[in-house]
């Protein structure tokens, strides 16, 4: 029997239970020794709770619908899976606060907003948060720029959503046994490339329906009270480990997808592992994770790449050398950022700037490095 069939034939029986419910007077031993108005006063509470559950049901419902249809999409299309990765992640990161009152909502519900919201951030496990950052920003790719998405790019997103999934089970589920993502069992076929404006037209057509958080949050304060206990009694209990090739892999492709989404092209105009020599070691020679390229096929800057749980200005140093053999080979000075897959530090010692944090959009700005190029040019020859 299909899972389609056995979740229909499941539903039918749950609100057929809920409709039963609602004639619990009529047991006598149900009402035996209520006074009217207690009857009613319990009777107000019933209803309660089966609006409750109905609620919570549609929303678990279409989570797990929709993780399965971005696995299933894998074999079809690696854009359409990561959108479909993307959207099951929002709607998981939807649920954590539509039933957790630890949680504050931002001044916007869209999920990038969500998952930077610092009650958020102060709750879940600090190695999913650039996990979370990847799936969304590949699923941005996959929708507004016209890089292609590959199937290993797609298999990390959908990797990533489990482990969310994973830690949602483990911090509010009655039980919980800590499961691993199989990827052989993952279904391969004759990929294609899905037109943009079919990919836009999915995208845009996914979240359309979607109730507004700040009513569902109304709507649910009392269980959500229940589930913010529920989670922090689990996670006294319980352990939670992260999948540390999925955290080396996402860090890794998050720098890619980083690059991606504001227009650069690996391969074209940035190379990685770019061969340096002149290196303060045995050798003389070195390899810089990133190398970014501008149209006069000179180096505009530096990416040198460190562990997530690593400070991320641990490589300032290394990517400074490696900017000193750029400039002795091209005589120009390429700008410098450090990134641990989440946090980007930029610094620009040519014009003597002070290093500092910045997002991975100003960072990498392809019109952004494209002005600075230009004005470089004009000013310092």
């Not at 562990?307 to 002795?328: I, R």
């Not at 000075?333 to 897959?341: A, E, K, M, S, W």
């Amino acid at each position: 029997m299909k899972w389609d069939v056995k979740h229909d034939r499941a539903k039918k029986v749950i609100d057929r239970f809920l409709d039963n419910a609602g004639y619990w007077r009529e047991p006598e031993d149900l009402v035996a020794g209520l006074t009217d108005e207690e009857k009613e006063l319990v009777n107000a509470e019933v209803e309660l709770m089966i609006a409750s559950i109905r609620k919570r049901y549609k929303l678990q419902e279409r989570l797990p619908e929709q993780a399965v249809e971005a696995e299933k999409s894998l074999s079809i299309s690696p854009a359409t899976c990561a959108i479909l990765s993307r959207r099951a992640l929002e709607l998981a990161v939807r649920f954590v606060f539509s039933y957790d009152a630890e949680l504050s909502l931002p001044y916007r519900d869209n999920v990038s907003s969500l998952i930077h919201e610092p009650t958020f951030r102060r709750i879940i496990e600090p190695r999913l948060f650039p996990m979370l950052k990847y799936t969304i920003h590949l699923g941005n790719v996959a929708v507004h720029t016209n890089n292609n998405i590959g199937r290993d790019e797609a298999i990390i997103a959908l990797r990533d959503l489990f482990e969310f999934c994973d830690w949602i089970d483990y911090s509010y589920s009655r039980e919980y046994d800590e499961k691993t993502y199989d990827e052989s069992i993952l279904a391969s076929g004759n990929e294609k490339r899905i037109k943009a404006d079919e990919l836009m037209k999915l995208y845009e057509g996914l979240s359309s329906k979607d109730k507004k958080l700040e009513s569902v949050l109304k709507e649910n304060e009392e269980l959500r009270e229940q589930m913010a206990k529920k989670r922090s009694q689990n996670v006294k209990t319980r352990e939670f480990h992260v999948d540390t090739i999925s955290e080396a892999e996402t860090r890794k492709r998050y720098i890619d997808v980083a690059l991606k989404e504001e227009g650069w092209v690996i391969g074209r105009n940035v190379t990685e592992e770019e061969p340096v020599t002149g290196m303060p070691n045995s050798t003389g020679t070195g390899y810089v994770d990133y190398v970014l390229w501008g149209k006069d096929n000179l180096p505009l800057a530096v990416v040198e790449a460190k562990k997530a749980s690593v400070d991320a200005m641990v490589g300032s140093q290394q990517a400074k050398l490696y900017a000193d053999c750029l400039q002795n080979k091209y005589n120009r000075r390429p700008l410098i950022f450090i990134t641990n897959g989440f946090e980007f530090f930029y610094t620009n010692d040519y014009m003597g700037y002070p290093r500092r944090e910045v997002s991975h959009r100003k960072s990498c700005s392809l019109r952004w490095m494209d002005a600075l190029q230009g004005f470089r040019l004009k000013i310092y020859g």
